[in-house]
């Protein structure tokens, strides 16, 4: 186990006494006012655990949801908290561009904004400004960039991010880093890793400690296990309420990930959460919680939820195919969601392609719905030392395919 | 009271006792054998009153959502059914194209293809293949047009027409019919009218009698008093289980819209509901309600709803106004709905302006809501000899204009 952390307010592996939650919305329960992150159960080097945070606990293994804007794209929050999420995150990137950070602010924060009283983690808004924005000038010191919404000029520093997650109310706050594009040439990949550590000491000082919030730092260093390495030692010396695992899920595909986690997250503190951010697919999931990972975000199952596209434990579907025009059937015989238990395949089809939003809403609530029940039944797994019995079933379901025609 | 109608299977003005509502949505209960309307208090010409029919009981004055293609856009039926809605209104034209009406037959009828058990109304097709198909031809046995959608050639004669809608299963089917377009000469009206009454009595001869379903007939002849009365007479003389008045709200505006409703409702038979079709403005509803319309279809409220105007107690509100982008206030205090009780002005207008479908979702529900509240309101109103006073209420209301900003 490491110990590196030099930290001694946060480092509490205490659940502190759940209090009533006081929102509408019903995650959000077992709030603490310390910070921390309880190590449950472990299988291999998957674990299970329980994070407290001033606005509800969150069992790990655990899929955040993405709110981009401070809205789950087509949900309410009650819907979405029927699907057994307990923390969204949210972009800082499209939140400080409209509707702002100080009008959130003034508003009472987002979680009062979105009506969502659960945890929140915002991203810095450095992967963004490297993927939307137009006109980047990255420095040492932070970036410049245009609004893809209006064109105005925009500085964001390591300060500024984090004083704008502060704005937000985030639970849980990250790092100003840059993401390390793939491919990369190892000295480009030292230096951004090296200047994202710089930018992760600025961060750190500028975080603003509250009881029950947190700030994780961001491990880069691309493919190679010596940066990685190195970052995760600037960071543990930093210390850090939990570790990031980012520059992962940008074309370097399965396997490189794999290995990549494989020789980092060993190093990480073993009493703090985990988070492998922007992953992935059902079966990125699988493979990380098994190297070790707690946390995880990916627009995957709600943007492929608009566009048609169901995860499935006989893998994926197109509900846009001819094929299910008359079908009765639901879209997953296994799944207690909405969309599965009150409507046929057949109408899932009609609602997709006649374009209505009925048909983006129940995809994405299944989605959503099916991501959560594959973490529950991970950390279900782990406390039962049966994660390679539940790896076996999730890929023969996969590889078993869609249900054949009628 | 007037007393032409010659029914004698479906006159019965009890209530049959009410049956378990099987379904999973919480509309349609009262379920009856018999299909039937009670009369249970008038204030004037306003009625409050009970429609009993196979999928369940609708409190008259009653609004119907309009669930166009087999979705009442942007919301899940629970949604739809907590605003207060009974009954909603599906359009023949749009389901026979897409996914047809044999295939909604196959697959268990519309109530269970869009999970609404409660009753549904569907309209003949006539006015959406006059308003929306291409190269329409008319002739005396029926009309032939273009789809819309894939240009395919398609034929609609009142008995194609009273079939799909009972292949959609239909709880309360229309007669097929022209609706006379406005401005028309007397001439074109008096002709339009006689061909509507025409395919009334074949209409008629189509309907499968089933218990608690119901066949209605449509008034039409313009604004032409005696136009209106002869098609009455015509209708009653065929007998049906209500009345519906057709071709206004089509141009000829609020003043000649009452004027006919005057010279028309004292005609229609008293103990059968009354339908004024593709009405409209809360104002036209308090209106029509007191000239003695029992029920009332429009897209108004949800096709709003999804551009950003809300109805309010104190008048209409563009929410993507400037004006709410700092506001903390709820979109109409005196409004029990999740948009007003859980959301602030500010991130209703921050939804709409980003494009989000929250904000369609969340707008459309209050306007459901809000026109709900209004006919329960009316209701009440009707049983207490209430109307004048809650027509100056509502007035006042109405003109007093939306909260002053902060």
Redesign the interface.
């Known amino acids: 186990m490491t110990t590196h952390a030099p930290l001694s307010d946060t480092t509490s592996a205490t659940t502190t006494p759940a209090r009533p939650d006081t929102g ?1 919305v019903t995650a959000g329960q077992g709030a603490g006012d310390v910070f921390g992150y309880t190590l449950m159960a472990e299988d291999g080097m998957a674990r299970r655990g329980r994070i407290v945070t001033a606005h509800g606990a969150i069992d790990t293994p655990a899929f955040m949801p993405v709110g981009t ?3 789950v ?4 929050p009650e819907q979405v908290a029927a699907t057994g999420a307990q923390i969204l995150l949210g972009n800082t990137y499209h939140l400080m561009l ?2 702002g950070a100080e ?1 959130v602010d ?3 924060g987002l979680h009062r ?3 969502w009283p659960a945890p929140i983690l915002t991203d810095s808004g450095g992967f963004q400004v490297m993927s939307l924005a137009a006109l980047r000038k990255l420095d040492d010191d932070g970036v410049t960039f245009r609004s893809h919404l209006d064109g105005s000029k925009i500085r964001l520093t390591p300060e500024r991010s984090i004083e704008i997650q502060r704005l937000l109310d985030a639970t849980i706050t990250m790092c100003f880093d840059e993401c390390t594009p793939f491919p990369a040439t190892y000295d480009q990949a030292a230096s951004s890793m090296r200047l994202s550590m710089r930018w992760a000491g600025r961060s750190r000082a500028a975080f603003v400690e509250r009881p029950g919030y947190a700030l994780f730092g961001i491990v880069q260093g691309g493919v190679h296990a010596d940066l990685r390495a190195e970052s995760v030692a600037r960071l543990t010396e930093i210390g850090f309420e939990g570790y990031a695992v980012g520059g992962l899920a940008v074309g370097e595909g399965f396997d490189l990930m794999c290995q990549t986690l494989d020789v980092t997250t060993p190093l990480l503190p073993r009493n703090r959460p985990r988070y492998l951010m922007g992953v992935g697919r059902p079966q990125d999931l699988v493979a990380a919680v098994r190297r070790g990972i707690d946390m995880f975000d990916c627009v995957m199952p709600t943007r492929s939820g608009r566009t048609g596209q169901a995860f499935t434990r006989r893998g994926t579907v197109n509900i846009r195919n001819a094929r299910h ?2 079908d ?1 059937r639901p879209l997953d015989e296994a799944c207690g969601c ?1 969309a599965c238990t ?3 395949r ?2 899932l089809h ?2 997709h ?2 374009g ?3 048909g ?3 995809l994405t609530q299944h989605n959503l719905w099916y991501y959560q029940d594959l973490m529950r039944d991970m950390r279900d797994a782990i406390s039962t030392s049966g994660m390679d019995a539940f790896t076996q079933d999730f890929d023969a379901g996969q590889a078993e395919g869609d249900l054949p025609p009628l």
């Open positions: 509408r804007a401070g809205t794209k087509g949900l309410t409209r509707p009008r003034r508003l009472g904004f979105m009506n025009a008359d009765p909405p009150q409507y046929s057949a109408y009609h609602l392609k006649a209505e939003i009925l983006a809403v129940l």
